[in-house]
């Protein structure tokens, strides 16, 4: 069995979406959530799922000794960030090297970095007029959406658009592809 842990800061749709999806398999499952968030929504979600949860404030995320002892606990072979808003550090980076995946609601390289995260990010393709946007999966490294692309879909944007029906657009195109794109990359890297 390979374990994915999830880290999400909000509502948790997609961690959702990724653990029913594995819900049924022998192979891969979402054995843990990890959240920045006590009130997040996610925790809601897993309770349903039986899938445990806990929080760590942002200091205990970026000093990674006892983030890096939970992972330990659930025998973590594949981190997942859904919705995950903080920067990931170099602890939890060298602890696994090539195992630290995000989800980016815009087709990075546009629309990323530091401020760049939910509704502002459909914000600001809505305000530059794009004619698409998307989603990219790609590994994590030091910098906020940086880390080399692994795959991306695409969405058509019409002039009418607000953010929130981008969003749902966006949304939907996570749902269908996160799941099987995290199934590769556990086949090929863990
Ligand atoms: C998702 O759209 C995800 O791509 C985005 O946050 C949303 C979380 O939704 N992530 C970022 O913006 C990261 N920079 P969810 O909590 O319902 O899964």
Redesign the pocket.
Known sequence: MKNIAVF?S??????ENIAKYFADSNDIKVAVVLSNNRNAK?HERMRKLNIPTFTFSRDEFSEGNSVLAKLKEYNIDLIVL????NKITAPLLNAYPQRII????ALLPKFGGKK???MH?HEAVVAAREKESG?TIHFVNENY?EGAIIFQATCPVSPKDTPEQV?QK??QL?YAHFPPVIAKVIQKHT
Do not use: Q
């Not at 909000?10 to 961690?15: L, P, V, W």
């Not at 859904?82 to 808003?85: E, F, K, L, V």
């Not at 995000?102 to 609601?105: G, L, Q, R």
């Open positions: 999400a909000g509502s948790g749709s997609n961690a996610v859904a919705g995950y808003m995000n989800i980016h609601p760049m995260y939910g990010v989603i959406d969003a966006v949304h996570e």
